[in-house]
């Protein structure tokens, strides 16, 4: 196998950063490496069609939709499961086909004489599982890194990388029930660019600003489904310590699961907590009327071994991030929509009678437990649901906190929480920042943040959590609502952003960020393996990207404004 | 001798265990424990079951080092064992080891098995010398899941004695608290005798598990063939029915065998779990018809009916096999004269008790 598309890839050989071996560092193993490579070629393939098609007035939901689960599954952490992934080719390669047919009656009907295609259009998965997987060492992300060299093979993966954040999001906007005709063509056309790359770094970074701005759409198609299924985010208190009963915990980050959970559990005495990423869910009106959304259990992904072990019910991830599940938990862990793992039970929302059964077949909570709602010890609760109707709701307050200097400056702390020791960076900036300066906070890093009191600034909390990594359109529309206030552009506001990136949802994030053209953020805890020195190197120069270094000196150029 | 030398002297080893899916443990074991049972002290749980070098639960490979491997029934580890298979309970090391365990890391756990309550709700004669048992979990405080994974097996304790008897899950991990058990009699058992003479639907039992390393490629994408002898079918219908219920796609075919039609069993089971797959064959073989019976199925073994259908396959196929050691043998001797490479064979051999 090759894979660099994650923080954690292995970089122990500087000659060839990556996990390159049996495993990768992310429990993935080479055959489902090589499947899932063959699958985003064949993917790609649907795009070649789809968006010739399009052009010929020809549209089919169908292909953006499959495109984005598709490469969603290929997410770090979303799906181990080998098995899964010779269905999904077979399903893509029968649905390319249908594309073809479909662009190639369009092309005659409109008088045309269709394109004969290549590359991903005409590949032909092999039939036996062995010679699939052995198709899959020539469609990997690296192939052709001989001729074409590692910046071009690094950019070519950028774009890989942000187009399968882009389709996540997608994905999960869509399972709402929310689609939108240009995302779909921009996945289409992003598809299609990639199965026919250029071989040149200016186009492909180009295109790699493109993608940023489509997850632009796609972010705000993603805000636009949550707010109107759920309602807007308001502050809201979330218990930590677990009540008394039966319990199902949730993790990941698909709030149409979640809510098909609380449907399902409704009135049967079982308790669902928010795991991870769902801890905003709390946040939204819809979800907290369940007066069974009991609380938050545990921390960030990373720790999922120990808190599944320890939770006494079962649990089900949404979507990323899946680890490799324990024997202490593996017989109760159940995965839905993209994510799979061989040997877990896959649940669709028909099913939730059988979680229902689950949980009330497990101990659950007993009463009075040290640590429990009902137990020894203070309560706990931690406040999220500041998105951007809630921050905006105190803007006059906030601007003339800013006016009168008693809001120094704000700290955007965003993105994926991981394991690696230099992750602690992000807790020393919140921890060292000047009073002055308001906290806000995206995605799963806040846990290495919010357990600490911060304080107010003027009754304003000095932390403010904003949501998901799924909410970054959140955070943009306040950025934006006070550059307007202030008349200034979002890079003259007295704002830093402070980014932890993980996976490929981050890197979708990094490119609307970079194509909004904005500068100074710091990135880390590592920079991407993918990105060679000459890529780096331009998106310093165009954008003075930093990786993150010193917390002190880093503090002191931020409130510098630098 | 050096095993005597190193216990006169306090010398331990480090012993490296080695996963089937490449997670490494390493602990340190004293001069006077088993592998297994330094194991056990290091709080790690590896599949075993009788500790005494008789089933063959806790078998494994040493591929480095060296070892005194203790009293036990060679007959469980198969006819032609290859150099450096051991029973773990059985086996003491004389220097540093590495041990490939046959089995995913899934299959270890950092507890010993539960000891819990079952009720008895039905015993059911489902053909000659054969007795389907289905227990029922008493709630207690770790709940009623019935959590295992297909090819695990439970003991039971047999009721007014210490004695555990071992028995392949037939049904799935449920969360209704069900085990579903067949039983084959044997005359003058002590477990067979208690469920033909006393045992009452009612009755409430200990058991012990499940647990075993036994079960599914569970990453498998090869298809999966199943043979399983007598009362060996139980692991057989428990893997298949775990596939039917998850919607795993993999081509499956069964062996079912048996000696004579008398003992044929669980027709529908099989049928209901074939029509529930979407490729999926059973045969159920049966060796020596009694004259005059009425049996229109294959004649011969499950091995004969295996042989004449691999020459016809395609892709080679993962394969489970269960039953007696003798049929396991040969099921084996089979597929290796047929191409199989051995690390797809995944087998487990009962004795009677």
């Known amino acids: ?562 | 001798m050096t095993a005597v030398t190193d216990t006169a002297t306090g010398v331990t080893h480090e012993v490296v265990l080695s996963t089937s899916d490449g997670v490494e443990n390493t602990l340190v074991c004293p001069p006077d424990l088993s592998i297994l049972e330094a194991a056990a002290d290091a709080g790690t749980y590896l599949p075993s079951m009788c500790g005494q070098g008789t089933c063959g639960a806790c078998a494994a490979h040493v591929s480095a080092g060296s070892y005194v491997l203790g009293e036990h029934d060679p007959s469980v580890l198969g006819s032609d064992p290859t150099e450096g298979t051991v029973l773990l309970c059985r086996t003491t090391p004389t220097a540093d080891c590495r041990v490939e365990l046959p089995y995913d890391r899934t299959r270890i756990v950092d507890s010993p098995p539960p000891v819990r309550r079952a009720t008895v709700t039905a015993i059911d004669v489902v053909a000659e010398a054969t007795v389907r048992l289905r227990l029922g979990l008493v709630a207690d405080e770790l709940g009623m899941a019935a959590e295992f994974d297909p090819g695990q097996f439970l003991q039971v304790q047999v009721p007014g004695t210490e004695e555990l008897r071992a028995y392949s899950l037939a049904n799935c991990g449920n969360w209704d608290g069900e085990f579903e058990l067949f039983v084959r009699v044997q005359p003058g058992g002590l477990f067979s005798t208690w469920l033909t003479t006393t045992a009452a639907v009612g009755d409430v039992v200990t058991v012990h598990g499940p647990r075993g390393a036994f079960g599914l490629r569970e990453n498998g994408l090869r298809p999966r063939w199943f043979v399983g002898g007598g009362t060996g079918l139980a692991p057989m219908l428990s893997m298949m029915r775990r596939m039917a219920e998850w919607g795993e796609a993999q081509p499956a075919r069964l062996y079912f065998g048996v000696n004579t039609v008398a003992e044929v069993f669980a027709q529908d089971e099989i049928a209901e779990v074939v029509a529930a797959l979407p490729d999926a064959a059973a045969t159920t073989c049966v060796w020596h018809p009694e004259p005059g019976a009425s049996w229109d199925g294959f004649v011969g073994t499950p091995v004969d009916a295996l042989v004449r259908d691999l020459a016809g396959s395609g892709e080679p196929p993962d394969v489970y096999v269960c039953g007696p050691p003798a049929m396991v043998d040969a099921v084996e001797r089979a597929l290796a004269a047929a191409g199989i490479p051995a690390e797809q064979v995944r087998a487990e051999r009962f004795t009677a008790s």
Request: glycine share 12%; with cysteine.
């Open chain 1, 1 to 562: 196998m090759f894979c660099y598309q994650c923080e954690q890839t292995d970089r122990s050989n500087p000659e060839l950063l990556g996990c390159s071996t049996a495993k990768g560092n992310c429990g993935k193993d080479d055959t489902t490496a090589a499947l899932q490579d063959v699958l985003i070629h064949v993917t790609l393939g649907i795009g070649q069609y789809a968006a010739r098609l399009r052009a010929l007035g020809g549209v089919d939901p169908a292909y953006a939709d499959f495109g984005a689960y598709a490469l969603f599954t290929t997410l770090t952490n979303v799906n181990f499961n080998p098995t899964r992934f010779v269905t999904l080719i077979a399903e893509a390669a029968a649905l390319r086909d249908t594309a073809k047919a479909a662009y190639e009656e369009a092309a005659r009907a409109a008088g045309q004489e269709p394109e004969q295609l290549d590359g991903p259009a005409t590949f032909a998965p092999a039939s036996g599982v062995g010679a699939l997987v052995a198709q899959g060492a020539a469609v990997r992300v690296d192939a052709g890194l001989d001729v074409l060299g590692a910046d071009v093979v690094g950019l070519r993966s950028l774009n890989l990388y942000g187009l399968k954040g882009v389709c996540a999001y997608t994905h999960h906007a869509n399972v709402l029930g929310f689609r939108d005709e240009t995302v779909d063509a921009g996945i289409e056309k992003a598809l299609a660019f990639l199965a026919e790359p250029p071989t040149e770094l200016d186009p492909l970074l180009e295109h790699a600003m493109a993608l940023g701005t489509l997850n632009l759409s796609v972010m705000e198609l993603l805000d636009r489904a949550n707010t109107e299924s759920f309602g807007t985010p308001t502050p809201s208190g979330v218990r930590l310590a677990p009540v008394p009963g039966k319990a199902i915990l949730v993790s990941g980050h698909d709030m149409g699961d979640l809510k098909a959970i609380l449907e399902a559990t409704a009135g049967t005495g079982v308790n669902v907590y928010t795991h991870g990423e769902m801890l905003p869910a709390h946040g939204y009106p819809e979800l907290k009327a369940y007066p069974h959304l009991a609380g938050n259990y545990g921390g960030a992904w990373q720790d999922q071994h120990s808190e599944f072990a320890a939770f006494p019910g079962p649990i089900v991830m949404t979507s990323n991030c899946l680890i490799e599940p324990q024997p202490a938990y593996r017989g109760r862990i159940f995965t839905m929509g993209p994510v799979g793992w061989a040997g877990l039970r896959h649940l669709e929302h028909a099913d939730l009678a059988l979680l229902v059964k689950a949980a009330q077949a497990l101990p659950g909570f007993p009463e009075h437990a040290e640590g429990a709602a009902d137990g020894p010890g203070e309560e706990r609760t931690l406040t999220v649901g500041f998105a951007r109707d809630a921050v905006l709701g105190v803007a006059d307050q906030v601007i003339e906190a800013v006016r009168t200097g008693q809001i120094g400056r704000f700290f955007l702390i965003g993105g994926c929480d991981g394991a690696k020791p230099g992750r602690n960076y992000y807790s020393e900036i919140a921890s060292q920042a000047p009073d002055d300066t308001v906290l806000l906070t995206l995605g799963c890093a806040k846990y290495r943040i919010n357990g600490e009191d911060y304080g107010t600034i003027g009754g304003i909390p000095r932390l403010l959590d904003i949501g998901q990594c799924n909410d970054t359109y959140s955070a943009l529309k306040i950025a934006q609502a006070l550059a307007g206030a202030f008349e200034v552009g979002v890079n003259d506001l007295p704002l830093s952003l402070f980014v932890s990136w993980f996976e490929q949802k981050a890197a979708a994030v990094l490119l609307t960020l970079l194509s909004l053209g904005i500068t100074n953020i710091r990135l880390g805890p590592t920079l991407p393996a993918f990105l060679t020195e000459a890529a780096v190197d331009v998106l310093v120069e165009k954008f003075a990207i930093k990786p993150i270094g010193d917390v002190q000196e880093d503090l002191a150029a931020a409130m510098a404004g630098a």
